[in-house]
């Protein structure tokens, strides 16, 4: 209502409407804070002596992109990721830090936890699911049930990561179920890998909980995932 101005007043925006897909021109955008509080024709109300006005002249402004599926840990530091990210417009990342996990266990989690926080984006965590893949070829190190659920406490960890050994679902694993139903019943979200899975098995993988997948590589798969209620993330 402007009874509290804006800290800054973006002029003469196309806006990117993705909810009617439409781009709108000459919009004006209030923030306070951290809240946009208005989007319209006319944020003059909104205005006061400490505002600040950016004329955008013309140019897109859209909500924030959030990458789904990403595994910093594999090639780049979260501060350097958050960079290059918002060049692209993207404003959020959800990361699924397994190799840090597999060599640093419970610890190496916490500090990259860490180095995620304070940054110009925001970058989410998930528990790595399914890890090891499987426990009598490999001693990657994992979370136990109980680091599974001192782990979801944190604000920015929200789910278990891809749980890419589906057989370990399909027969039913111990560990694998009993962390797929800490998730649940904490509400958190629970990524896939499904990849090699169809008919029957994928139905088991799905009636889980597991929400998305992003291993599909053909149309068949893709219709056989979402007929299914599944996420599908395409791969840049």
């Not at 004329?55 to 090639?75: C, E, L, N, R, T």
Request: proline share 5%; net charge positive; hydrophobic share 40%.
């Amino acid at each position: 209502m402007g009874d509290k101005k804006a800290d800054l007043v973006l002029n003469n925006c196309s806006l990117i409407s993705v909810y009617t897909r439409e781009i709108i021109p000459k919009i004006e955008i209030s923030i306070i804070g951290d809240r946009i509080a208005y989007v319209g024709p006319d944020a003059s109300h909104t205005i006061g002596s400490k505002t600040a006005v950016i004329d955008v002249k013309g140019k897109y402004v859209s909500p924030g992109f959030a990458d789904p599926h990403i595994h910093i840990d594999q090639f780049v530091l979260p501060s350097e990721i958050a960079k290059k990210s918002l060049l692209c417009g993207v404003t959020s990342l959800f990361s699924d830090p397994i190799d840090i996990v597999s060599v640093t266990g419970y610890k190496g989690f916490q500090e990259f936890l860490k180095l995620g926080e304070n940054l110009p984006i925001r970058i989410f965590q998930v528990v790595p699911g399914g890890l090891p893949v499987d426990r009598k070829f490999s001693n990657s190190k994992t979370l136990s049930l109980l680091q599974e659920k001192d782990a979801i406490k944190h604000p920015n960890v929200i789910g278990l990561g891809e749980v890419f050994s589906w057989t370990k679902v399909t027969l039913r694993d111990s560990k694998t179920m009993k962390s797929l139903s800490t998730m649940l019943d904490n509400g958190c979200i629970i990524n896939g890998h499904t990849a090699g899975a169809s008919g029957k098995k994928l139905n088991a993988y799905v009636s889980s909980g597991i929400l998305s997948c992003h291993e599909p590589t053909n149309f068949d798969q893709v219709l056989e995932r979402l007929r299914l209620g599944m996420w599908i993330m395409i791969r840049e």
